[in-house]
T-cell receptor, first 115, second 112 residues
């Protein structure tokens, strides 16, 4: 069965420092991986995806993610964090088999960026 | 703005009652998904419809049902509500051949 794990409940970063939010996955077949962000009282916003191709994927708001097949990881990164990046971040993998459209989400990582 | 509209934004109801949540997908999107977000279960996939037909089922309780209408809007019906059904319910939509889904802002259901 497809699954993702986000090992950190919370990540704290100072503004201007690089940030990493970790995600590992377990899939049968080729993984379709996604990152979404949820701001307070808002829906989930799509950040980026990996389907195939380059292992470094660039997304919205300056975020990028590195796909590592050998480590089964898909970590979210940003070179310089902003206070406005503070939010809840979800890693997701696309369901397999007959449920190819739905997403299976990790538990989420709360990112806190302090000035 | 994702283009996915959910109504109502907030809903407070009593145990044992029935409610209907509504979702209008992005223009042209044929697939609609429903998710439940709760503190203990996280984000869980409930059900998917594609062009009016049920496509996939996740962890959806028998007390819950959904449908997608000819104009592609969808409704999630929750009945015999329990305190544990209190959660944020999201609708998402995607277009044919697309790999990512776009989410509405959710309906926050509180069962008292």
């Amino acid at each position: 069965a497809q699954s993702v794990a986000q090992p950190e409940d919370q990540v704290n970063v100072a503004e201007g420092n690089p940030l990493t939010v970790k995600c590992t996955y377990s899939v049968s077949g080729n993984p379709y991986l996604f990152w979404y962000v949820q701001y307070p009282n808002r829906g989930l916003q799509f950040l980026l995806k990996y389907i195939t191709g380059d292992n470094l994927v660039k997304g919205s708001y300056g975020f990028e993610a590195e796909f590592n097949k050998s480590q089964t990881s898909f970590h979210l990164k940003k070179p310089s964090a902003l206070v406005s990046d503070s939010a809840l971040y979800f890693c997701a993998v696309r369901g397999g088999g007959g449920s190819q459209g739905n997403l299976i989400f990790g538990k989420g990582t709360k990112l806190s960026v302090k000035p | 703005d994702s283009g996915v509209t959910q109504t109502p934004k907030h809903l407070i109801t009593a145990t044992g009652q029935r409610v209907t949540l509504r979702c209008s997908p992005r223009s042209g999107d044929l697939s609609v998904y429903w998710y439940q977000q709760s503190l203990d279960q996280g984000l869980q996939f409930l059900i998917q419809y594609y062009n009016g037909e049920e496509r996939a089922k996740g962890n959806i309780l028998e007390r819950f049902s959904a449908q997608q209408f000819p104009d592609l809007h969808s409704e999630l019906n929750l009945s015999s509500l329990e305190l544990g059904d209190s959660a944020l319910y999201f609708c998402a939509s995607s277009s044919q051949g697309s790999t990512e889904a776009f989410f509405g802002q959710g309906t926050r259901l509180t069962v008292v």
